[in-house]
């Protein structure tokens, strides 16, 4: 099925995006002057999955960590999310509706998913009221959403958005930048590997700055280790749980796995086998429940079947004290050192269940301050800030000339 998207309002001039820097590069005077400054910020969720604990993913809880911490710096914050959000956050649903589609529609041969059309109206009307009767009410806006059309339709909007690349390049996202030509949207990935595929993609017209993510150390705190192996995160074929499991078993070290069945006919045929045979299912756990089960581990495998963005579980180990063992896929290589554990070569069980004793003898101190100074969510949020200046500067003279 083709979406027809609206057309950006004509007339007005396309104003300059600023390049993003990269970590490396310094920041341009007014981004480092003034960050302090209170912004008014939208920022845009997922329609799908509430920003709420337990967190459906590292996305969700991305954003429910920044919407807390850029509050707390003094900033005014408001979170476009799924029904269901953290209702102590400044939330406001996003409106997915139930389709009501006639017998005479649904027979349609273009039909395409109800979720589609719910989560497209949703989006349709959340843009067309920033840009419309709420069309002064922000700053700035920051889009963590994967729906094309926040970025499609950021050409009509009176302030910056910036949108952070939480996946690869898809089809969706990517005729969405080029729908404006040159795209006003300021991009920023959560890792350089992420940065890098997204900066050949066409229709990404300036440099693709990073913002790594971070984890909130106060929450996820250094545990004692020595317990069973752990591993976390959504359990589907995508994330490897499976692997993890015939490491533990080939190592002969027992595992605890937390998180959500996403996919029940895989954790049927490759997980529940093993239950109660060296290998455990604690569910899917809250925060404190998380870090509590991370903190008692002696080594967190992650065992990604895909390139990861940025790998949040590999950060989340670290704060907690716990060495990992992980597939050198994605963004992983970035976060992870020798110091603090082991990368072996993607899908290799048996190097993931020999690396496991070498990461056991690693300093749960040495990981802990990797967490702070690569993974801080103070280092991310200072980040943002000093990127929102940039960019509310940079429209403000704009709009002025």
Request: net charge neutral; charged share 15%.
């Amino acid at each position: 099925m083709t979406a027809t998207l609206p057309l950006p309002r004509r007339g007005r001039r396309l104003r300059s995006v600023p390049a993003v820097p990269t970590p490396s590069a310094p920041l341009p005077s007014h981004a480092r002057a003034d960050r302090s400054r209170p912004l008014r910020i939208a920022l845009i969720a997922s329609s799908r999955y509430p920003i709420a604990q337990p967190f459906a993913g590292g996305l969700e809880a991305h954003v429910w960590q920044l919407t807390r911490s850029l509050t707390a710096r003094g900033h005014d914050v408001t979170l476009f999310a799924g029904p269901g959000s953290d209702p102590s956050l400044a939330v406001e649903a996003l409106p997915v509706r139930p389709v009501r589609v006639s017998p005479a529609a649904r027979a349609d041969v273009s039909m395409g998913p109800e979720v589609f059309l719910e989560d497209h109206h949703a989006y349709l009307s959340l843009m067309m009221s920033l840009t419309g009767e709420r069309a002064h009410d922000f700053d700035l806006v920051h889009n963590h959403s994967l729906h094309y059309l926040p970025i499609a339709m950021a050409p009509a909007l009176r302030v910056p958005m910036l949108s952070t690349l939480h996946c690869p390049p898809t089809p969706w996202l990517e005729s969405a930048l080029q729908s404006s030509v040159p795209s006003p949207v300021s991009l920023v990935a959560v890792s350089g590997h992420t940065a890098a595929a997204w900066s050949g993609v066409d229709g990404v017209h300036q440099p693709v700055g990073v913002v790594p993510n971070g984890v909130d150390l106060t929450s996820w705190t250094a545990g004692p280790g020595g317990g069973p192996l752990v591993w976390s995160g959504r359990i589907v074929p995508e994330k490897g749980t499976h692997l993890a499991v015939q490491a533990a078993l080939a190592a002969g070290r027992e595992l605890q796995i937390a998180g959500p069945v996403v996919d029940a006919g895989y954790f049927e045929r490759t997980i529940a086998p093993f239950l109660g045979r060296g290998v455990t299912h604690l569910g899917h756990l809250d925060q404190a429940g998380l870090a509590a089960a991370v903190g008692r581990a002696s080594v967190a495998l992650v065992t990604p079947c895909w390139d990861e963005p940025y790998g949040l579980v590999v950060a989340e180990a670290l704060a907690c004290g716990t060495p990992v063992v992980a597939f050198a896929r994605g963004g992983i290589p970035e976060v992870l050192t020798p110091e603090v554990g082991r990368l072996v070569p993607a899908g290799d069980v048996a190097a993931l269940a020999a690396a496991i004793p070498e990461a056991e003898g690693l300093s749960r101190e040495a990981a802990r301050e990797r967490a702070r100074t690569h993974c801080s969510v103070e280092t991310m949020v200072t980040r943002y800030e000093q990127l929102y200046a940039s960019l509310v500067e940079s429209n403000a003279t704009a709009a002025a000339l």
